[in-house]
């Protein structure tokens, strides 16, 4: 089976009826998805900061027309609604720390109903595992496959000192307490998606197009 859908502007049947469904209420403590809805297809794009989550994703949006939703950007985002919350992921950010689960998943859960699709690559996310827990547990969704581009710190910390975007993350103090964050937090939820062998470890210490070869042929396979 692949994951690889078309762009697409409207709705289809299936998605509306999908979306009616998810409409009603559901008892409180049941994940979101309900019995007969469309079963969601999703593809955790995880690794330390830099490793190149954000180019290889969009290599497949490119090629496939994909939804990809990083964390990371909805964050960004977030931050500039100049609401308290908004203040608070901007002070995290900047501090390399993970934000509450509860914020994130509300931003990811919305992306995911907007975007009227239901096969997605989403992008530093789980980040730990309350994050993970959450996801599942909130949302019903298993990923089917997760990405681990894995990358020495120093190469990660040159490309971010070079990346240039004016993120307030990309400067040596934050991005150590990042990488820390990253072995502390993330790495768990890498090793648990692997005992369930759903984990594909990508060298990302390589050339971008050498990388998207591999993972697009992992991402075709799927
Ligand atoms: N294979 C590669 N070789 C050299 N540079 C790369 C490679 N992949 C990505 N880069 C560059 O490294 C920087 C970080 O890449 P990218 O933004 O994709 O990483 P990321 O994993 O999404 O990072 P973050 O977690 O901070 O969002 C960018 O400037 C990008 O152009
Ligand atoms: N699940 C997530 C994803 C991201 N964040 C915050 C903390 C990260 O350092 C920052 C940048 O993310 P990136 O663009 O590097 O993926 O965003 C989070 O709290 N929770
Ligand atoms: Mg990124």
Known sequence: MTIAEPPRAGCTATTAVADAKAA????????????????HKVVF????????????????VQEFGVVHLSAGDL??????????????????????????SHVTISLLQKAMDDSGKHKFLIDGFPRN????????????????LVLFFDCPEEVMERRLLGRNEGRTDDNIETIRK???????SSLPVIQHYEALGKVARINADRDT???????????MEL
């Open 75 to 100: 964050l960004r985002e977030h931050m500039k609604s100049g609401s308290p919350e908004g203040q608070m992921v901007a002070d995290m950010i900047k501090n390399g720390q993970i934000v509450p």
């Open 178 to 184: 990042r990488f820390k964050v990253f072995i502390d």
């Open 24 to 39: 009603a209420p559901l008892p409180t403590g049941l994940p979101k998805v309900a019995e007969g809805a469309v079963k």
């Open 129 to 144: 595992e309350e994050n993970r827990a959450s996801f599942e547990s909130q949302t019903g969704i298993m990923p089917d």
């Open 45 to 60: 794009v995880l690794g330390g900061p830099g490793s190149g989550k954000g180019t290889q994703s969009a290599r497949l």
């Open 209 to 219: 197009e050498e990388i998207y070869k591999e993972v697009r042929r992992l991402f």
